[in-house]
Nanobody, 117 residues
Framework: VQLQASGGGLVQAGGSLRLSCVASGSTFGFKSVGWYRQAPGNQRELVATFGSSGNTNYADSVKGRFTISRDIARNTIYLQMNSLKPEDTAVYYC????????????WGQGTQVTVSS
């Protein structure tokens, strides 16, 4: 599976962005699909994911501001980011984990999100 992320950019604090990630094949039924981010000097961290049953999981820092959604027919997942803060600045990566094994854990190329104060 190949993942192509887009939608990043520069936005002022309080603004919004919508990220998209298109998969080359279906990710329906995967153990997890979603978004991670990595800020300079920090480890990559979970932002929001779908589990295999469709349940969602959000980082505490984005709850109430970010919403993950998906279009199964288009093999696409989205991340709507509202009320952005400077601390949301990071490279955002989409991820599709098929079985929980590293061999079947796929990453997109990342898209930069910069939030100015």
């Amino acid at each position: 599976v190949q993942l192509q992320a887009s939608g990043g950019g520069l936005v002022q604090a309080g603004g919004s962005l919508r990220l998209s990630c298109v998969a080359s094949g279906s990710t329906f039924g995967f153990k997890s699909v979603g978004w991670y981010r990595q800020a300079p000097g920090n480890q990559r961290e979970l932002v929001a994911t779908f589990g295999s049953s469709g349940n969602t999981n959000y980082a505490d820092s984005v709850k109430g501001r970010f919403t993950i959604s998906r279009d199964i027919a288009r093999n696409t997942i989205y991340l709507q980011m509202n009320s952005l803060k400077p601390e949301d600045t990071a490279v955002y990566y989409c991820n599709a984990d098929q079985y929980g094994w590293s061999r079947y854990n796929y990453w997109g190329q990342g898209t930069q999100v910069t939030v100015s104060s």
